[in-house]
C-alpha cells in the first residue's frame, strides 16, 4: 500500500503541493488529474523520494519511504515527464544500466530489456544514441525502463506524452492488466479521457491543493456534469475555452 498523508511542498516560499493525502492499495489506479503548473509533477517527485516533503510524508507498507529509499525503489517504476537524461547513451546501454542499478541478474536483465525493445518496435533502433531518437521513442524507453524489473508500484507523469495511437493504446491495456496483477499505480495527467476510463478513483488538483477525490462517478457528481471533461473544466477553471480561442484569433487578425 502506497500513501500519501498531507504532502506539503514549498518553493521558497511559493506553495506548490499543499496538504495531498490519498492512499493506493495493491490493484488500484489512481488518477491525479490538474491544469499546467498545479502540482502534479512536484507530488510525482515527493512519491519517489526525489524530493523531500516540506510536511507530510509518503509511506509504503507502512513505513516512511525516506526511512530506506533504496529498499523502497526496488519496488518503484517510474516514468519521468522528461525524457531528456542520458542521451549520450543507446536505448539498449540506458537499459543496461537501468537493470545494473536495479541489481538484476545481466541474462534477465539483456532478455526482457530485447524482448520488451521488440515488442515496442525499438529492437531496430537500439544502438542508435537516444539523441537521435524522436519523442515518442524516447517514451517507449523510458515505459520499459520503468516496466522491465516487474516493480509492484508504478508511477507514471503523463506516460502517453508523444506517443502514437497504436503505442498509447498498448500502454492503456497495460495499466489495466497490471492493476489487475495488483500494481498500484499513480496516473498524472491532463488528459481525461484516458483517466476516466483506466482508473479506478481521481484525484483533481488546482493551485497545489486536492478539489475533488473519488471514483470518476463520485467526482463528475460533486459538481454534477454529464461528462468528467466539463466537470474538470469547471472544476480547475472559470473560464471558458472557446472565449478563450476565439480572443487568441481577435489578436491574431487584428491589423499589423
Ligand atoms: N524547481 C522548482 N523551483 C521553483 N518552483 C517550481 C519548481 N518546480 C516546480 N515549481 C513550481 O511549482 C508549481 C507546480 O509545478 P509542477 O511541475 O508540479 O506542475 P505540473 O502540474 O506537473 O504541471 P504540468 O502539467 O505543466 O507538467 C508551479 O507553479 C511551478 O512553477
Ligand atoms: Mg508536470
Do not use: W
Not at 509504503?60 to 516514468?79: P, S, T
Not at 542508435?128 to 517507449?140: H, V, W
Amino acid at each position: 500500500m502506497l500513501e500519501a498523508l498531507q504532502l506539503t511542498k514549498f518553493y521558497g516560499s511559493v506553495p506548490a503541493v499543499q496538504d495531498v493525502s490519498f492512499q493506493i492499495a495493491p490493484g488500484s489506479v489512481l488518477g491525479y488529474l490538474g491544469p499546467n503548473g498545479s502540482g502534479k509533477s512536484t507530488t510525482v517527485k515527493m512519491l519517489i523520494g526525489l524530493l523531500r516533503p516540506t510536511h507530510g510524508e509518503v509511506r509504503f507498507d507502512g513505513q516512511n519511504i525516506q526511512q530506506d529509499l533504496v529498499a523502497y525503489r526496488q519496488h518503484l517504476g517510474y516514468v519521468p515527464e522528461e525524457a531528456n537524461l542520458y542521451l549520450h547513451l543507446t536505448g539498449c546501454e540506458y537499459l543496461e544500466m537501468v537493470g545494473t542499478l536495479r541489481g538484476m541478474p545481466e541474462a534477465a536483465r539483456s532478455t526482457k530489456a530485447d524482448q520488451l525493445l521488440e515488442l515496442l518496435a525499438l529492437a531496430a533502433y537500439k544502438h542508435l544514441q537516444m539523441s537521435a531518437y524522436s519523442k515518442g521513442m524516447r517514451q517507449r524507453i523510458l515505459l520499459i525502463a520503468a516496466l522491465m524489473d516487474n516493480p509492484d508500484v508504478l508511477i507514471l507523469d503523463e506516460p502517453l506524452s508523444g506517443l502514437d495511437v497504436t503505442s498509447a493504446m498498448v500502454v492503456k491495456n497495460l495499466i489495466q492488466i497490471l492493476s489487475g496483477k495488483g500494481k498500484s499505480i499513480f496516473y498524472c495527467s491532463h488528459v481525461l479521457e484516458v483517466v476516466e476510463k483506466v482508473c479506478s478513483q481521481l484525484i483533481v488538483i488546482r493551485k497545489g491543493r486536492m478539489i475533488a477525490h473519488g471514483s470518476t462517478d463520485d467526482v463528475r457528481s460533486q459538481i454534477g456534469q454529464s461528462t468528467l471533461e466539463q466537470a474538470f473544466v469547471q472544476l480547475v477553471e472559470d473560464k471558458d475555452a472557446s472565449q478563450i480561442a476565439n480572443d487568441i484569433v481577435k489578436v491574431m487578425v487584428a491589423p499589423r
